[in-house]
Structure formats: structure tokens, C-alpha cells
């Protein structure tokens, strides 16, 4: 690219370092565990820092952080940079109740970067309710090597992909276990600091809860497992464990919203998120793998080439400025 483009991160995302390879520019993610404001305090410094170095044409961040994003809104009145925000959901639509009272800065941070990227076309409409420019772009399939093959066993291990957040009904995975009348193992990754330590106590017996995994051991674990499972309460979320599935061509078990369901379209079983409801679809799953294992493969080759056009169409894009 002519101009020059770096890209910004308060957070570690692999969504961000995928979009950064691909779009060959540097990718500077800024990392602080201190308190609230002192974090914000030193990573905005950080951040300028990093700006007037080097001065670029075009600036790339991601939100959340609200305060990075504002903070690159700020700036571009003196670097006169263009701005794109790569938004999440919660760049978008929080569920923090903190981020919904400044709602009224998300939409500032909208109208005032040159485009928004988001993954789905219900967020796109959102984004031009706002007076804002969207662009759609989904997450890019991961690439996962040294994959171990998977095991031999007379279990059926299914794996919940979780952080334990508030829009993840894990709960009622959990529950779903002494439903399933076929031999299954549950695993379920996710850091353990985040889950209630009353419901781990209750479900430790049964279900294996892995905790944080370094990547290469997280990926043997989806790469050993037979059936994936990712659940959201989020209307507008295409969540990060239904791109890894599919690269590895799992089945995959996904909540019921009209966004999984456009966007993953075959290989997957939909669920609501009941624990009666995701034991059936477990057992479902189960009874039908090798159909829903083919599926997965047409697939991956499905998303492979859309997602190649719409990356092109963002590169091209940047590339004109």
C-alpha cells in the first residue's frame, strides 16, 4: 500500500492480527493490567506516541476500547489521518452497563471515522442509522497447523468454546450434560477466574473444565474433539468458535439467532439455549456427524471465497486512499 496504514489495539485479537496480516500493515497492540484510569492514561500516551512517529495515511483501531477509538477520532483533526474502526459488537451494541450510558460516544465515534467495519449486515444497518459508513467484513478463517488427528475413544467429547462472559449461557450447557443419554465427555475452555466459583463446584465432577489453554494445546483440544459448541445471547454476534469449527470442519452446535444461522449456513446445528434443547442437539449432532462433517467441508470452501472477495474489496478500498 502507498499510504501508509498501521493499525492499533488496546486488546490482544486474533481477529485483528488475521485482518493486519492480510492487509500487510504494521499492527501495534498496546498492553497495560494497571487500574481503569491509569491504564487509559498510559496507553493514550502510548498511543500518540506511536501516531507521530508515524504519521500515517490511513489508522486502523479497534473498538472496544471506546476510549482508544475516541481517542483516534481526536487525533485525526491533527494528523489527518483516515480512520477506519474495526468494531465488535460491543463497539456497536454494548450489554456493559456502563458502555450503554455512553451509547451517545459510540455514535460519535461512528460519525466521525471514514468507515466502520463490522461482520454482519444487521450491524452494518445499524452503523447508517447512526449516519455512519459501514463496511462488512466477517472474521477470516484461521489457519491452524500441527493439528493432531483425532481420538479414538468410546466417548463423544464435546467441547464448549466459552470465555464465561454475560452473553453466554454456559449454565445451561452445563445442566444439559445428565440429559444426554449417549457416552459423552463435556469439556469446556475459558479461564476459571471468570466463572462462578458456586457453579464450578457443582459441575466439576462431571464436566472437565480445561481453564486457559496456551494456543497450540487449545487447538489440539478442538482439533481431538467431535462435536463444538458455542452459544451467545447476542442477537448480532457471528462468535469466534464457529470460524474455528469451521476451519477444522467440525460439527458445530450454534444458538438459534438469524446471524449464526445466515452466516454458517449448513454443517451446524442450531440450538436455543435451554439445557433440554442443547442435549438434543447434542444427541443430534451425534447421530449425524458424518453428514454434518461433509457439510462443514462445502462449508469451508464457501466462506474461503467469499470472505476472499469482501477482503479484497476492503484492500481495495484502503489501497485508493
Known sequence: MESK????????????KNLCNYLDCQLFTLINRSPSLIRYFVLSIKTIKIIHANRPGVLIVQNPSIVLSLLACLLRYLYKYTLIVDAHNAGVCPENKYLVKLSFLLKFIIT???????TNDNLASIIKSYGGKPYVLPDKLPSFECLTSDSENDFYDIVLICTFGVDEPYEEFLK????????????????????DKIVYDKYCNSVEFTDYLPDMDYVELLS???VLV???TREDCLVCGAYEAVSLC?????SDTKALKKYFNRGVVYTQNS?????????YSIDNINILMAEMKTLKEQLSITWQSQGEGLKNYITAL
Open 230 to 232: 458455542d452459544l451467545t
Open 112 to 118: 466521525k471515522s471514514d468507515l466502520t467495519i463490522v
Open 275 to 283: 439445557y433440554i434443547d442443547i442435549a438434543k442437539s447434542v444427541v
Open 176 to 195: 444439559s450434560f445428565s440429559c444426554v443419554d449417549r457416552n459423552v465427555r463435556y469439556f469446556v475452555t475459558g479461564k476459571l477466574t471468570n466463572i
Open 250 to 254: 467440525k460439527p458445530l452446535i450454534l
Open 5 to 16: 496504514t498501521i493499525w492499533i489495539s488496546w486488546q490482544n485479537h486474533q481477529r485483528t
Open 224 to 226: 481431538k474433539s467431535d
